[in-house]
């Protein structure tokens, strides 16, 4: 039935929640019996009996035969309890019980013929460590030996329920089939972050040791609405319950979910650091320091160079890059004046950076390098070499058909450069060099006359 804690606060019942889950209650108001804590020490003397069973009992005249019916007077269940069943009706087993020297009561024994006409039942004993503890082992009866050994055999499952198995005693823990350790991680912290709100179950085979690995593990979350609304846990031995327990505690540590946007961020700034660290070493190892502008036309002059670039002093042109990395924009930026210094008739067809120089290749056969003071900046579109801006085009070998009447073959590369050599219908062959010329090296162009068959080569 539906409940309220000590602040009125309403809870779900185990009746509603069956009803709102499957739609049924499986008539747990009548099969479900609460009983005292003085009654869970010898759980397995209580049964239920329908009235459908006890009828048929006493039609075989066995009825009440090693056996009673519970009362008020055996102070077993509270007066709500006892008055709810209709169904059902709790009986007991006849049984003897000692008290020994030091006050403790035993069962010495009982008739188990009850067990036997009541079929199978589901017993369930929280707080175990109170009714056999290992502390005072001397206070488990040998009919709890007994039973416990022999429960299989009438239907019985019994569920044990307590923080440590250690707390109960080994005779009763040993003789379990298996044992289920859940943990909350939620009360758990991994170094300064606190783990996620989820329990674990590990099931071992009979007692749960360090050594032994768990046949099974499942992991699941609390069902805080529903099933888990269905109990007070606040109550326990000496306890009223309807408080809050724990709920409601501070939780310590990070939340675990900060880890995810925390290690992107830390991935983003690694990547960040790395680029700008691999950048400024590969200025200072490929580039060393900046060029100054006067050694550019000092350097220009005395290679015999005329450009408009020599003929502009360093303090008339300030802004004069001296770092093949600047951007487009800081070209333009710094571009001269006089816009006929820009031409389309050369342009940039490649360049290549060394270990500590850059080679910027031309249209018209000249190779530049930045070490000699030639390159002032290098860009994927544009370039500046001898204080001009020329754009870079990547030229691709140009085929004809082969209906043309020329014949074009390629043959291995000649001082790292490829030769391409084309012969018209006329006999007329010409090879051109393509690709990275060597320094100031001009493109050839070698016509001469082939000798065909039928015709003498001219003489001198």
Same mark, same amino acid.
């Given at each position: 039935? !539906? %409940? ?15 009803? @709102?889950?499957?739609?049924?209650? /499986? ?15 010898? /759980? ?21 035969? @090693? ?5 008020? $007077? ?45 079929? @199978? ?10 009714? %056999? !503890?290992?502390?005072? %082992? ?5 009919? +709890? ?5 022999? *429960? ?32 909350? *991680?939620?009360? $758990?912290? /991994? ?22 690995? !768990? ?7 609390? +069902? ?55 950048? %400024? ?10 060029? !100054? ?43 001269? *004046? ?50 001009? +801006? ?26 790292? $450069? ?29 016509? /001469? ?12």
């Amino acid at each position: 039935m !539906p %409940w309220a804690t000590k602040k009125q606060e309403l809870r779900c019942g185990l009746v509603s929640y069956l009803e @709102g889950k499957h739609g049924d209650d /499986f008539n747990c108001r009548e099969r479900v019996f609460r009983i005292s804590d003085d009654a869970v020490k010898n /759980f397995y003397l209580y049964r239920a009996l329908s009235r459908k069973m006890v009828a048929r009992l006493e039609s075989k005249g066995c009825h009440l035969v @090693g056996y009673r019916q519970v009362t008020l $007077m055996d102070n077993v269940m509270t007066p709500e309890e006892f008055n709810f069943h209709k169904d059902y009706q709790l009986y007991v087993c006849d049984h003897e019980i000692r008290e020994d020297k030091n006050g403790r009561k035993q069962l010495v024994s009982f008739n188990p013929i009850l067990l036997e006409h009541s079929g @199978g039942h589901l017993n369930i004993a929280d707080e175990c460590w109170k009714f %056999w !503890p290992a502390r005072s %082992w001397q206070s488990t009866s040998e009919t +709890d030996v007994f039973y416990n050994a022999q *429960h299989g055999k009438v239907g019985d499952d019994c569920l044990f329920i307590t923080h440590r198995h250690n707390d109960i005693d080994s005779v009763i823990v040993d003789r379990c089939q298996e044992s289920v350790v859940l943990t909350h *991680h939620g009360k $758990m912290t /991994f170094g300064r972050l606190r783990r996620p709100d989820v329990f674990t179950a590990a099931t071992y085979a009979g007692r749960p040791q360090p050594s032994k690995e !768990p046949m099974s593990t499942k992991t699941f979350r609390l +069902d805080r609405a529903g099933l888990a609304a269905c109990y007070d846990t606040s109550a326990g031995v000496g306890v009223t319950g309807r408080g809050d327990a724990d709920r409601g505690a501070r939780k310590r540590g990070i939340p675990f979910w900060t880890i995810f946007p925390a290690g992107l961020v830390a991935i983003c700034l690694v990547i960040l650091v790395y680029k700008a660290g691999m950048g %400024w070493i590969h200025q200072k190892l490929a580039f060393g320091k900046p060029v !100054p502008s006067h050694s550019v036309i000092a350097s220009n002059s005395a290679r015999g160079k005329t450009s408009v670039g020599d003929a502009v002093s360093s303090s008339s042109s300030p802004e004069r890059l001296t770092s093949p990395a600047a951007s487009e924009k800081q070209i333009a930026d710094v571009r001269p *004046h006089n816009e006929n210094q820009a031409t389309n008739e050369v342009y940039c067809v490649g360049y290549v950076t060394l270990p500590r120089d850059l080679l910027v290749f031309m249209s018209d056969g000249e190779t530049y390098s930045y070490a000699d003071g030639e390159v002032q900046a290098v860009t994927k579109r544009l370039v500046r070499v001898m204080g001009r +801006d020329y754009p870079v085009r990547r030229r691709e070998p140009e085929y004809l058909e082969s209906n043309s009447g020329v014949v074009r073959s390629i043959s291995q590369p000649v001082g790292g $450069m490829e030769s391409y050599e084309s012969r018209d219908s006329a006999g007329n062959v010409s090879v051109t060099y393509i690709g990275a010329p060597r320094a100031r090296q001009p493109v050839r162009s070698s016509p /001469f006359v082939s000798h065909t068959q039928g015709i003498q080569p001219p003489s001198d």
